[in-house]
């Protein structure tokens, strides 16, 4: 390419001396778009698809955790990305609630990095900085010469983080559900590349694509966008795509398209050897959480159950997205991302359906990548996790990282000639969004009820006002989260010597040597439930030294971050 521009320099400047000048810019601006256009044509294209509320522990073994958990609801999946791409093992999530984690998903950062000024934002977690110009994934993508489209869920506020998105021209197509809690939503938020903006309405009666459900919806939607961008297109005159992909499912009310509502009629949630165990040691909430009664079950089963259900969706969506790559020939020039914005428990320490909690139900997130030179149907066993997918996906574009980002990639570790920054550790954060309780979720039955009353928030039902109790076991309230004791920071230790969880709690976000509660440690290779706190039988040497590790690891930013 160089040394055609150079060609076209001299003959211009050669044979028409007088307009050297005008050679001069001739020059640049020919060789500027052949040097855009290769540059565009040499990059993959991307895909990241994230669900929400997707565990990788409760799976059909009735009575124990299982290796990839939900991810047994998907074949379709499986076939294309574990079978044909790679699955990280111990795959983390930072903070386990939506909009923080989601914001850290798309700017790499750490959440003691991107909370809000004294704690507000959605969730705490200050997501303008996913679209701040240049500052988050799409921007970032969209400004390297991608065209970058949203399908799905972002954050929890999702009509000022569209709309931002847009403000900063930081994506070039949007068609996403405003209302994504409601699996049968009817509003679509639009946006296009040539400024383009409006709200659509769906008819319930009559819709686009003959069914309002949201999985589907954006299925359809997407297949749209990826014809619009391919066919009729030569190959190399395509420009790189970077698709986001979110789907609301599992997450509650997990309604189940009307084609699935019968899949699975006999699948109940695994009774763990944590299941509906007291936990005289753990912290306050969960402490004096009473013992779970067969109405509790009953629910517990029913929302397994419709998480499955809508997952077959996700997995319906995703033989759409390979099908389409294969039509256009893009297979092969694509790398494909699956993995969600944290885990899920269903009573496991007698809490109810939540994630929120420093436990591995909660942390450990399915990961899988595919893609060309990634290898297929291996699994890899080092820590990684949400923090490090933007310099991972950055760096297999090609693109560098800015030095704002806390996370690493381990693009090395999936492709030759790459980098590869191994860690043993992992931190989690979690700041209390509330204090709520089992019956906060609702959840999918059919019109006649499989369970003999509605969810409960305590033993004897409905309570009117739950205050933590003090006594083991005591309380009238099954607490899922808590503002008074369930603030915390955590470190996931995993190398050759020690399999860890060490844990702090602070209800004040204070860190200092008077305001931290409580302590919890687990060895998960002898403790894998996680039932037994070992902090206080501890020395004080390890204690010491876990406390002085998570405090480095907590003040640290950007490129300075382990």
């Not at 969004?433 to 369970?451: E, L, M, Q």
Request: net charge negative; aromatic share 12%; charged share 20%.
């Amino acid at each position: 390419m160089l040394i055609f521009c150079y060609l076209i320099f001299k003959v211009v400047a050669c044979y028409y001396p007088p307009h050297r000048f005008k050679a001069v810019l001739l020059f640049m601006y020919l060789c500027g778009a052949l040097a855009a256009a290769a540059l565009a044509a040499a990059k993959p294209n991307v895909v990241m698809i994230l669900t929400d509320d997707q565990d990788t522990r409760l799976g059909t073994d009735p009575s124990a955790y299982t290796s990839i958990g939900s991810l047994e609801s998907q074949p379709k999946l499986r076939a294309e990305m574990m079978t044909g791409g790679v699955r990280m093992e111990n795959y983390f999530v930072h903070t386990p609630i939506c909009c923080p984690s989601r914001t850290e998903f798309f700017t790499g950062r750490y959440f003691h990095n991107i909370r809000g000024e004294n704690g507000a934002g959605c969730m705490h977690a200050n997501t303008t900085h996913v679209h701040v110009p240049g500052n988050g994934i799409f921007g970032i993508f969209t400004e390297a010469g991608y065209e970058t489209g949203v399908f799905g869920k972002t954050t929890n506020d999702q009509q000022p983080q569209l709309d931002g998105l847009v403000k900063s021209k930081s994506v070039t197509y949007i068609d996403a559900p405003l209302n994504y809690n409601d699996y049968d939503g009817t509003t679509y938020y639009r946006y296009f590349s040539n400024g383009t903006q409006y709200v659509e309405n769906l008819d319930p009666k009559n819709p686009k694509y003959g069914s309002v459900y949201q999985t589907s919806q954006i299925s359809n939607r997407t297949v749209e966008w990826l014809d619009s961008l391919m066919n009729g297109v030569a190959k190399e005159d395509r420009k790189p795509f970077f698709l986001y992909l979110g789907p609301h499912a599992p997450h509650y009310p997990a309604t189940p398209a009307p084609w699935y509502e019968n899949l699975y009629p006999d699948f109940i949630a695994p009774v763990t050897p944590n299941y509906n165990h007291s936990s005289p040691d753990k912290t306050n909430h969960i402490r004096q959480n009473p013992p779970l009664t067969d109405l509790v079950k009953c629910w517990e089963d029913q929302h397994f159950r419709d998480r499955w259900r809508t997952l077959a969706s996700v997995d319906d969506l995703v033989e759409v997205v390979f099908n389409k790559l294969r039509e256009y020939d893009e297979f092969d020039n694509t790398f494909v991302v699956y993995t969600s914005d944290h885990g899920y428990k269903l009573g496991q320490w007698r809490v109810g359906t939540s994630k929120q909690h420093p436990y591995e139900t909660d942390i450990r997130i399915p990961f899988l990548i595919s893609g060309p030179g990634i290898p297929k149907g291996k699994t890899f066993s080092q820590i990684t996790g949400s923090v490090d997918l933007l310099p991972t996906l950055l760096d297999i574009a090609g693109l560098e990282t800015p030095s704002w980002v806390d996370g690493k990639s381990f693009a090395g570790l999936l492709l030759e000639g790459k980098k590869n920054h191994v860690r043993d550790v992992w931190l989690t954060e979690y700041e209390s969004v509330g204090t709520y309780y089992n019956d906060h979720s609702s959840i999918w039955s059919p019109a006649t009820s499989p369970c003999p009353g509605p969810v409960p928030r305590g033993p004897d039902g409905k309570v009117d006002k739950c205050v933590e109790a003090t006594t083991v076991g005591g309380g009238e309230c099954y607490f899922v989260d808590s503002t008074a004791s369930n603030t915390w920071r955590a470190l996931r230790i995993l190398n050759s010597t020690h399999n860890f969880q060490y844990i702090e709690y602070d209800s004040t976000w204070s860190w200092n040597s008077t305001s931290i509660q409580f302590h919890e440690l687990y060895d998960i290779t002898k403790d894998p439930y996680q039932v037994d706190n070992i902090y206080a039988t501890s020395s004080s040497a390890l204690k010491s030294a876990l406390h002085d590790q998570i405090v480095s690891y907590y003040k640290c930013s950007g490129s300075d971050c382990p």
